[in-house]
């Protein structure tokens, strides 16, 4: 989902700016009245960034990353992993990849808008209206989500400088399958772990685990 260097104008990357900049602030407030969010913003950070890191691979004008989003959406809560992404991607930018600094917010963009779109189309729902968490669930949601980055980045790519062929942009696209079926692996065992020992003073204080039902 890094859009690489080059692709994308000044001008437009300032725009991209504004527009991460202003969503993260309104978010962020909320931060004040649930200051337990705080340490969950930073450890999306921590934990993205370690995904991120633990796979990646260029595949034309982007690349594929392992994200882990809908389990930190689901063990972390909607604010700190919408704050995370912005500040997992900061964090990695200042130690691994300085070239990306210049697209943070074009990449935060990207990972943020499809999480806006599953939070307020089926996230929301599991927490307050307690329906119940199982693998459909969490398989749609990935769908829904990799979907998102995928248009996202096509989005990027057709308002770019640069002429990038439809097949290009398709193999990055059918590259996040993988994703769609390795990931709700990922999800379901971290928050079935969690939930175990969703009575522990610090999963109660690091994590976002006990108002979710999950399935047996």
């Not at 969503?23 to 004040?32: D, N």
């Not at 990972?111 to 189309?121: E, F, G, M, Q, S």
């Not at 989500?145 to 640069?162: E, H, K, P, Q």
């Not at 097949?167 to 175990?196: H, M």
Request: a neutral charge; hydrophobic letters at 50%.
């Amino acid at each position: 989902m890094h859009i690489e260097p080059g692709y994308i104008a000044q001008s437009k990357i300032v725009l991209a700016d504004v527009a991460a900049s202003g969503l993260l602030l309104a978010y962020a407030k909320e931060l004040i009245k649930r200051p337990g969010d705080i340490i969950r913003s930073l450890l999306a950070s921590v934990f993205f960034t370690l995904f991120m890191q633990s796979f990646h691979y260029t595949i034309g004008p982007s690349e594929l990353h392992f994200v882990g989003a809908m389990a930190m959406y689901l063990t972390l809560g909607f604010i700190p992993t919408l704050i995370g992404f912005a500040g997992g991607l900061l964090l990695q930018g200042l130690v691994f990849s300085p070239w990306d600094l210049p697209q943070l917010a074009v990449n935060s963009l990207s990972l943020i808008l499809p999480l806006l779109t599953v939070h307020y189309t089926i996230g929301r729902q599991l927490r307050e209206q307690g329906s119940t968490l199982n693998w459909r669930q969490i398989v749609k949601m990935d769908a829904m989500y990799y979907s998102g980055v995928t248009l996202m980045v096509g989005f990027w790519l057709l308002v770019s400088d640069v002429a990038t062929p439809f097949a290009a942009w398709a193999a990055f696209a059918s590259s996040y399958v993988l994703l769609v079926l390795v990931e709700p692996v990922v999800t379901y065992t971290a928050v079935r772990l969690l939930k175990r020992y969703e009575q522990h003073a610090w999963v109660r204080q690091c994590f976002a685990v006990t108002d979710l039902n999950l399935a047996r």
